[in-house]
Nanobody
Framework: QVQLVESGGGLVQAGGSLRLSCSTS????????MGWFRQAPGNEREFVAA????????TYADSVKGRFTISRDRAMNTVYLQMNDLKSEDTAVYYC?????????????????WGRGTQVTVSS
């Protein structure tokens, strides 16, 4: 079983930045794509960004393109989400996930392991 632990969430003013980290417990995840999702109160969980096993391919939700950047350090079994120019609508619990394969997209069905999430709150 792969365990994921997210960190880096917090309270930030609109226009500010945060960097989320997700550490995984097993080296196995280094050969899998990984993704970030988020869930705002009253909403369903939605896709934010994904990165391929080697970091060579990334995918973003339209709502975060140009503001968020996903990256990974395979040696450290860690994936990051740099979030810039944050908006109030980015307020949510952010989850990282390990995909079933080396490449993955936005479908949650493609992901097999999930973290417990970290809260991001953007004040306007």
């Amino acid at each position: 079983q792969v365990q994921l632990v997210e960190s880096g969430g917090g309270l930030v003013q609109a226009g500010g930045s945060l960097r989320l980290s997700c550490s995984t417990s097993r080296r196995t995840s280094s050969n899998n794509a990984m993704g970030w999702f988020r869930q705002a109160p009253g909403n369903e969980r939605e896709f934010v960004a994904a990165i391929s096993w080697n970091g060579g391919s990334t995918t973003y939700a339209d709502s975060v393109k140009g503001r968020f950047t996903i990256s990974r350090d395979r040696a450290m079994n860690t994936v990051y989400l740099q979030m810039n120019d944050l908006k109030s609508e980015d307020t949510a619990v952010y989850y990282c996930a390990v995909a079933r394969g080396s490449y993955s997209g936005s479908s949650q069905d493609n992901y097999q392991y999930w973290g417990r999430g970290t809260q991001v709150t953007v004040s306007s």
